[in-house]
């Protein structure tokens, strides 16, 4: 009786981590399952990703994101609002050589390895193309 119960807590929790929408933002990836009070669950490339919505950086957008094309493909460029910028800087300093996630319209669009803080507020999205990086886009210039 216990292990039933057990699991079906365990369960609601995972429910509950799933429900919800997210806003646009930088979350912290998390390693494990969905049973934390902050977490939320997304697919992302057929895998679920736990996301940490404690730590998180809203896309608060300064200017017009911009589609560029460069040797290594195309992306979008966004440069975040100075409290925004100074968020991801500490968000990506305190997740070195670890995964974060890119999240628009409660959807993982990018889900990169921090290498180094980002400390200009400069977010660059790839890959980007065709009508899908459109959408991210006119998304984020709302």
Not at 23 to 49: F, L, Q, S
Not at 51 to 57: E, G, H, I, K, P
Request: with cysteine; hydrophobic share 40%; charged share 25%.
């Amino acid at each position: 009786m216990k292990k039933t119960m057990l699991v079906v807590a365990l369960l609601s929790s995972a429910s509950m981590a799933q429900s919800g929408r997210l806003a646009n933002g930088v979350y912290a990836v998390e390693k494990g399952n969905a049973t934390a009070k902050n977490a939320a669950v997304r697919p992302y490339e057929g895998k679920d990703v736990v996301l940490d919505t404690a730590s998180f950086v809203p896309l608060a957008v300064e200017g017009k994101p911009e589609m560029s094309r460069g040797p290594g493909g195309s992306g979008l460029s966004i440069q975040l609002a100075p409290d925004a910028a100074k968020r991801l800087e500490d968000l990506t300093r305190s997740h070195i050589n670890q995964p974060i996630a890119v999240v628009v319209g409660d959807k993982i669009v990018s889900a990169p390895m921090v290498r180094s803080a980002i400390t200009d507020g400069k977010a660059w999205v790839t890959p980007c193309e065709g009508e899908s990086c459109e959408a991210l886009r006119r998304e984020l210039s709302k």
